[in-house]
């Protein structure tokens, strides 16, 4: 399966959606316990999750040289500038003098990786296998074409089809006309106006229903815009 390229980004058509590595940890009750935990204490158990993240994209980047989805998203979580936790050889390091805040946020996005089931290798591959199956079904797909399926496409569908926006709009679209639109609308980095005209087009159906609009917005948000 030949994915389109973003011209601003060689991460494209990956999707960068939360859902599949948000495993419990991160919840509002361990956010309101890291707010109550001193800082002194919440530095000391981020500096170990940080060892901890760094072993394991040591590991994941003798198979993956281009990094993972997991990987990928951490680096977009960590290198903001808010928190400047993303080092220029791919690998997360505190910087000094962080606030509670800033703390926070790197801790959760640790977290959240470490319980990533894409970032592992054995993760990585059950989910290329699962989403193979899953792709050849919902994009009529045959064996020839399933085994072009590269492991950011199944991490990609892995996240859409677990979407509820997303399989929304596929009952209304259809699964290949939606996933065109969305590689497109990348390509030609659409406006949210650009995208819902471009899904009438694909899918030939008017984006009037307002519930039906609000989801392809989130669509939008979600895996088109800034990709």
Same mark, same amino acid.
């Given at each position: 399966?030949?994915? /389109?390229?973003? /011209?601003?980004?060689?991460?494209?058509?990956? @999707?960068? @959606?939360? /859902?599949?590595?948000?495993? @419990?940890?991160?919840?509002?009750?361990?956010?309101?316990?890291?707010?109550?935990?001193?800082?002194?204490?919440?530095?000391?158990?981020?500096?170990?999750?940080?060892?901890?993240?760094?072993?394991?994209?040591?590991?994941?980047?003798?198979?993956?040289?281009?990094?993972? %989805?997991? $990987?990928?998203?951490? =680096?977009?979580?960590?290198?903001?500038?808010?928190?400047?936790? %993303?080092?220029? $050889?791919?690998?997360?390091?505190?910087?000094?003098?962080?606030?509670?805040?800033?703390?926070?946020? *790197?801790? =959760?996005?640790?977290?959240?990786?470490?319980?990533?089931?894409? $970032?592992?290798?054995? @993760? *990585?591959?059950?989910?290329?296998?699962? #989403?193979?199956? =899953? *792709?050849?079904?919902?994009?009529?797909?045959?064996?020839?074409?399933?085994?072009?399926?590269?492991?950011?496409?199944?991490?990609? &569908? +892995?996240?859409? &089809?677990?979407?509820?926006? &997303?399989?929304?709009?596929?009952? =209304?679209?259809?699964? $290949?006309?939606? #996933?065109?639109?969305?590689?497109?609308? *990348?390509?030609?980095?659409?406006?949210?106006?650009?995208?819902?005209?471009?899904?009438? %087009? +694909?899918?030939?159906?008017?984006? #009037?229903?307002?519930?039906?609009?609000?989801?392809?917005?989130?669509?939008?948000?979600? +895996?088109?815009?800034?990709?």
């Amino acid at each position: 399966m030949r994915r /389109k390229k973003n /011209k601003k980004s060689t991460y494209v058509s990956k @999707g960068t @959606g939360s /859902k599949i590595i948000h495993t @419990g940890h991160g919840s509002v009750a361990k956010e309101r316990r890291n707010r109550g935990t001193p800082k002194k204490d919440l530095e000391k158990d981020t500096r170990k999750l940080v060892r901890e993240v760094n072993a394991r994209l040591n590991t994941l980047e003798r198979s993956y040289k281009s990094g993972t %989805w997991a $990987s990928k998203r951490l =680096k977009n979580k960590l290198g903001t500038f808010k928190v400047r936790a %993303w080092t220029k $050889s791919g690998r997360v390091r505190l910087r000094s003098n962080l606030s509670k805040a800033q703390l926070t946020a *790197i801790h =959760k996005a640790l977290t959240n990786f470490l319980n990533s089931k894409t $970032s592992t290798k054995r @993760g *990585i591959e059950d989910v290329k296998r699962k #989403q193979i199956e =899953k *792709i050849k079904e919902r994009l009529s797909l045959d064996d020839e074409e399933a085994e072009e399926v590269t492991d950011e496409d199944a991490e990609f &569908f +892995y996240d859409m &089809f677990g979407d509820n926006d &997303f399989d929304d709009l596929t009952e =209304k679209i259809g699964a $290949s006309a939606l #996933q065109a639109a969305i590689e497109d609308a *990348i390509e030609a980095n659409d406006s949210e106006d650009m995208f819902l005209q471009r899904l009438e %087009w +694909y899918g030939g159906v008017e984006m #009037q229903d307002l519930d039906l609009r609000e989801k392809a917005i989130r669509v939008y948000n979600k +895996y088109v815009k800034d990709r």
